[in-house]
Every structure is written in C-alpha cells, then in structure tokens.
C-alpha cells in the first residue's frame, strides 16, 4: 500500500512561489498516477493537477494553468507541484493522492485509492 505525505505549504504573499512535495513510500512510485488536489475552508475538494504513470502526461485545472506545474521523479519516490504567480484563491489545504488503475491524466477526486494528510498552503499580503 502507498503511503503518501506532503510538504512546502506556508504563509506567501500574492505573486509568488510554493513547491510543494509529496514523498511516497511503501511500494514504486512508478505503478501509480498521481494527483494533487485542494480544499479551501467551505467548499469541495477539487483536483489541481494530474500526472500518469507512463509517460508522464500532465492535466491541470484551468485555474492554475500556465501558474503551476506538476512533475515527477520515480527514482526518488517524489511527485512535486510548482506553484507561481499565487493568488488569495489558491488559498487551501492541498493534497496528494494515488491510484494504481486505470493510467492517464484525469484524476476525479473520487477515483484515488490513496490519499495524504494534505499541506496548508495560504496566500496573503
């Protein structure tokens, strides 16, 4: 089973930068597509991006592209998300999760097996 923790949430003025991390252990990274999604106080958790497992795929929500960017490293068992030009809305707890099937680049919130504890990222002045 994966286990999935995420990293490199904090406090951030509008217009910059968070990377945040998502470590996996347990079993290869490289069987899994990865998603990472959001929740801010309220509403729904949403996805923000998604990578494959093969051939590294991407997707992303239309609120964040051309902002942020999802890559991954199966070596090191890490999928990272690259966040700029923040804005208040990005505001959330974000999470990282995992599914084995099917392979691709959707990831619905409902369609993950695995899931971390998530990571508050906050934008304000």
């Known amino acids: 089973q994966l286990q999935l923790v995420e990293s490199g949430g904090g406090l951030v003025q509008p217009g910059g930068s968070l990377r945040l991390s998502c470590a996996t252990s347990g079993d290869t990274l490289d069987f899994y597509t990865i998603g990472w999604f959001r929740q801010a106080p309220g509403k729904e958790r949403e996805g923000v991006s998604c990578i494959s497992r093969s051939v590294g795929s991407t997707n992303y929500a239309d609120s964040v592209k051309g902002r942020f960017t999802i890559s991954r490293d199966n070596a090191k068992n890490t999928v990272v998300l690259q966040m700029n030009s923040l804005k208040p809305e990005d505001t959330a707890v974000y999470y990282c999760?995992?599914?084995?099937?099917?392979?691709?680049?959707?990831?619905?919130?409902?369609?993950?097996?695995?899931w971390g504890k998530g990571t508050l990222v906050t934008v304000s002045s």
């Open positions: 999760a995992a599914r084995r099937r099917p392979d691709g680049s959707n990831c619905p919130v409902g369609g993950m097996n695995y």
